[in-house]
């Protein structure tokens, strides 16, 4: 066997086997989305078989008999709301905490830090009294405080070494030009923070998409919280209705997935710029 | 306009009026900040403190009646059978979780890195579980899972390993195996990202020479591949162990803590002690062993990742 054949081999073997781990990898994923095209007793007597007909009463039960509608609604509220404040607001105090390093400011970026060891659960039976004596209990305002709350340490850690690598001379220009600090950030540092801005959109924004425990404590019972928190109720009262749930499931995968195929790379680069300051 | 101006931030403010220039970007700053500032403090670290004040409580979480009772919630942790059962699985549940995801991790950032066809699709097939909620994942492994109706078991059964079916997450012996397996699935694809990009920085060069020299694939893997991607490594395991250690969704959805009180965690039982049972006191007490484990954690992390950075 000549030395090409043997590399070719090689490499075939390797592609197999690659090929079978991503199947493996892939399969839960296609068969929630299969799944939720079969009716119930589709699912029971065949797990494995690809749906007969394409069956969308699952569908049209969640989406007209049930609260799922409100649901959507308040996970994209939540999500983009969310996600909008942490840019305006994060970025901002991460270009303050580099730019003006002060003693008080890096006692500020120790304090913000300092967070990012606090897991939600630490504090998260006070945080649901709290919310009802400032009168936030019952609106989507207090989860949103929250989840900017939550994202100001790992963000001012992402931004504070983002804007070290922006040289200030392009800042003292427009000093000089009669620009006020406010319009230098947010006209000529801000945009060429992009690609951070959208690791963080990207990374933060599926977080709070999929986010359980938070909405599922401080939402009101009796309506409609999240969508993942109303399929997490539909599995305990539902518990014979997979159809239904696997239909809800695929709903709040199919997004995820859009996102993915479009906005790849900020995925990645989010996860690489993390892992190394991290 | 001299050119000092545009040279550092200290030259530009010693250059004019150097009292007002620091003052006005002072007050800036200060603008900058205050919004981050009030909401950590208001929804992070004020509630963080009631914990450590409500850990020494008996409150239930409903009563106005908090009575302080000392360091009984504490003690109770190291009497109560079920925290110690609890604490075992997290640490179970933690180390073999770091070993398996970081293992599996790097063997799909390696067939990644070397496969020839396909790779981009490859690894965003890997990857993409990872943006996946667990409570939906977990309920779609819990269904593939499932004792009657379940894909597994249906697959076992066609290729005549009947005999090996059993009820993965009924029974306490392979719920947590289950639940491992699941989050290994889930979490995996973070991991080979990181150690993909540490794949990349090895200079080729050193496997060609070796390669020279004789050295076969495992060789080459044993003694240059996987020594430099200590980096990697090390971060990718105190991330992996801070999330193992945090694992909440998948038992939510998957085993409720059961059977009985077999697969509960440390987080999950946080929640059921202070949310189902209504024992705020006793569950923040436990919040405050969670808090502290990761605080070491990362103190550990912090002291080590310094060191390295020293003898590079």
Not at chain 1, 125 to 136: A, Q
Not at chain 1, 165 to 179: L, S, V, Y
Not at chain 2, 156 to 175: E, F, H, M, Q, R
Request: aromatic share 14%.
């Amino acid at each position: 066997m000549t030395m090409q054949t043997k590399r070719r081999i090689t490499e075939i073997v390797l592609f197999v086997i690659t090929l079978l781990v991503a199947v493996i990898f892939f399969f839960p994923i296609f068969f929630n989305l299969m799944s939720a095209f079969k009716s119930n007793a589709e699912i029971m007597r065949d797990a494995v078989a690809l749906p007969k007909t394409l069956y969308l009463d699952s569908f049209k039960y969640l989406l007209t008999e049930t609260e799922f509608p409100r649901a959507i609604l308040n996970s994209l509220i939540l999500t983009v709301v969310a996600i909008v404040a942490q840019v305006l607001i994060i970025p901002m105090a991460g270009y303050a905490i580099e730019r003006r390093n002060a003693r008080w400011t890096r006692l500020v970026f120790i304090y913000f830090l300092a967070g990012m060891m606090i897991p939600f659960q630490a504090y998260m039976i006070p945080l649901f009294k709290e919310l009802r004596i400032l009168g936030l209990y019952g609106s989507l305002a207090g989860p949103i405080m929250i989840y900017v709350a939550g994202a100001v340490g790992f963000g001012c850690l992402l931004y504070t070494s983002f804007v070290k690598g922006i040289p200030r001379e392009i800042e003292e220009a427009a000093e000089i030009d009669g620009c006020s600090r406010y319009g230098i950030f947010w006209r000529i540092v801000f945009p060429l923070l992009g690609p951070v801005t959208a690791s963080m959109v990207v990374l933060n924004g599926l977080g709070i998409w999929n986010d359980f425990l938070m909405p599922m404590l401080v939402l009101p019972s009796g309506q409609a919280k999240t969508m993942v928190v109303e399929i997490y109720r539909y599995i305990g009262e539902f518990s014979s209705r997979w159809d239904m749930i696997f239909a809800g499931t695929a709903m709040s995968v199919v997004p995820v997935l859009i996102v993915f195929i479009f906005l790849q790379k900020y995925f990645v680069k989010g996860i690489a710029s993390g892992a190394t300051k991290g | 306009m001299t050119t000092s101006i545009v040279n550092t931030d200290k030259s530009f403010i010693a250059a004019e009026k150097p009292g007002k220039k620091k003052k006005k970007w002072q007050s800036y700053a200060l603008l900058f900040i205050l919004p981050s500032f009030l909401l950590y403090t208001l929804f992070v670290i004020v509630p963080t403190a009631g914990s450590v004040y409500l850990s020494f409580t008996s409150w239930d979480g409903i009563s106005s009646d908090i009575r302080y009772i000392g360091f009984a919630n504490f003690v109770e942790i190291f009497q109560s059978p079920r925290v110690q059962n609890a604490l075992k699985n997290t640490l179970v549940m933690t180390i073999t979780l770091v070993l398996l995801e970081n293992i599996a991790a790097i063997a799909m950032a390696l067939m990644v890195d070397k496969v020839r066809w396909f790779r981009n699709l490859f690894r965003s097939i890997f990857y993409f579980p990872t943006l996946l909620s667990g409570i939906v994942m977990g309920f779609v492994w819990a269904m593939i899972l499932n004792y009657n109706f379940g894909v597994f078991n249906q697959i076992l059964t066609s290729v005549g390993l009947g005999d090996y079916i059993v009820d993965w997450l009924g029974n306490p012996k392979y719920a947590m195996l289950s639940i491992i397996l699941s989050t290994v699935w889930k979490g995996a694809g973070y991991y080979m990202i990181i150690y993909l990009a540490g794949l990349q920085g090895i200079p080729q060069e050193l496997n060609e020479a070796a390669s020279i020299d004789g050295a076969g694939g495992w060789q080459q893997f044993r003694h240059i591949t996987f020594p430099l991607l200590a980096g990697s490594m090390t971060v990718c395991m105190v991330l992996s162990m801070i999330s193992a250690l945090k694992i909440f969704d998948q038992i939510a959805v998957m085993t409720d803590g059961g059977p009985g009180f077999e697969t509960e965690t440390l987080t999950y039982i946080i929640y059921k002690v202070g949310f189902g049972e209504l024992r705020q006191g006793f569950g923040t007490a436990l919040a405050m062993v969670l808090f502290l484990i990761i605080l070491i954690i990362t103190v550990i992390q912090v002291k080590f990742l310094q060191k390295r950075e020293v003898q590079l």
